[in-house]
């Protein structure tokens, strides 16, 4: 967790500092890279391809999702979808591991999330694919040589695309299992809050937070339409 966590520093460090490498000319570039983390890698990918299997399964394609979520820099996609699926189950309660009404607000927003003892129910049809099991293994290692090597092949890579992507990609899911469920609209019988700038703005979707609680298997804002599993 501690080592995961240092990930996210260092990549904020490299953030400022192409903030003052490139000045005003970094803002559509760190736009860009997070439209590709947040919408594609964590949106669509990790959330709806990993954790809610709306996607149709490929075993080459499980490796792209898996090494993905290893330039993510916020744990494996094994990882990420066991607590996804634990929010979903057990949302805004004692056993929420995301619950901002029953952890604090900061530790919440930085991820630094427990999980239930019996976890590993939640995600047993990814403990088979050993793509999954290979990056959830080797998850620190793996994040370290994926940037190490792009850093020698470009540290603009890093600098313009990779580091920018990882801070958005931290902040917008802070926002979501935070302010998501603390303000904004609620929906009767649901949890969660349908916040849209939130939605809109950090996360690049126009799936509500309070509507995805409460239709979790929604097709409507999905972008691969053609890879949908039916």
């Given amino acids: 967790m501690l080592l995961n966590k240092s990930f996210i520093v260092l990549h904020h460090l490299i953030f400022f500092y192409g903030c003052y490498l490139l000045g005003w000319w970094y803002l559509p570039l760190a736009y860009f890279a997070g439209f590709i983390f947040v919408r594609i890698i964590t949106?669509?990918?990790l959330h709806k391809g990993v954790s809610h299997s709306m996607y149709k399964r490929?075993?080459?394609l499980d490796w792209v999702w898996a090494w993905s979520a290893v330039l993510l820099g916020q744990g494996s996609a094994m990882g990420w979808a066991n607590i996804h699926r634990q929010h979903h189950a057990y949302a805004d309660t004692e056993r929420d591991p995301q619950s901002v009404f029953h952890q604090s607000f900061w530790k919440v927003y930085a991820g630094v999330f427990y999980t239930n003892k019996q976890n590993p129910l939640m995600i047993k049809d990814l403990v088979r694919v050993k793509a999954?099991?290979?990056t959830h293994k080797y998850y620190n290692l793996l994040h370290i040589t994926t940037c190490a090597i792009l850093a020698f092949i470009n540290p603009l890579i890093l600098v313009i695309f990779v580091s920018p992507g990882i801070v958005w990609g931290f902040h917008a899911l802070?926002?979501?299992n935070t302010v998501s469920h603390m303000y904004g609209e609620k929906l009767e019988g649901t949890k969660g809050r349908n916040l849209w700038w939130v939605s809109r703005i950090a996360c690049f979707t126009r799936e509500q937070h309070?509507?995805?609680h409460k239709s979790p298997s929604s097709k409507t804002h999905m972008?691969?339409?053609k890879y949908i599993n039916e």
């Fill in 43 to 45: 949106e669509e990918i």
């Fill in 174 to 176: 802070g926002l979501i």
């Fill in 132 to 134: 999954y099991m290979f």
């Fill in 210 to 212: 309070a509507n995805h």
């Fill in 223 to 225: 972008l691969f339409r």
């Fill in 58 to 60: 490929h075993k080459i």
